[in-house]
Nanobody, 126 residues
Framework: QVQLVESGGGMVQAGGSLILSCAVS????????LGWFRQFPGKDREFLAA????????KYADSVKGRVDISKDNAKNTVNLRLTNLKPEDTAVYYC???????????????????WGQGTQVTVSS
């Protein structure tokens, strides 16, 4: 059974930083592309970053480029997202996800991912 568990969310002041972590189990971690998304109330999930199975292909959304950094640790089966210079408009629920098939190219599209975590709330105060 595939399981993804996010941690590291919380409340932070504007300008601050957070590191979100996602522990992945139930699939061969080193073979899968992984992504981070966020969701605002009443909106669809928004792509933030994705990292390829080998760690060599990385994609970022233009909206957060320069303020986020994705990385993976194959030894710990975790994928991390560092958020910097946070703004109140970054307040959302943040999700990690594993792409549906192994290998290939990391996708920006939520429907290419079929395993999701439960989400972690990030709240940025002004």
């Amino acid at each position: 059974q595939v399981q993804l568990v996010e941690s590291g969310g919380g409340m932070v002041q504007a300008g601050g930083s957070l590191i979100l972590s996602c522990a992945v189990s139930g699939l061969p971690f080193s073979r899968y592309n992984l992504g981070w998304f966020r969701q605002f109330p009443g909106k669809d999930r928004e792509f933030l970053a994705a990292i390829g199975w080998s760690g060599e292909r990385i994609k970022y959304a233009d909206s957060v480029k320069g303020r986020v950094d994705i990385s993976k640790d194959n030894a710990k089966n975790t994928v991390n997202l560092r958020l910097t210079n946070l703004k109140p408009e970054d307040t959302a629920v943040y999700y990690c996800a594993a792409q549906g098939s192994p290998y290939g190219v990391p996708s920006r599209t939520p429907n290419q991912y079929n395993s999701w975590g439960q989400g972690t709330q990030v709240t940025v105060s002004s």
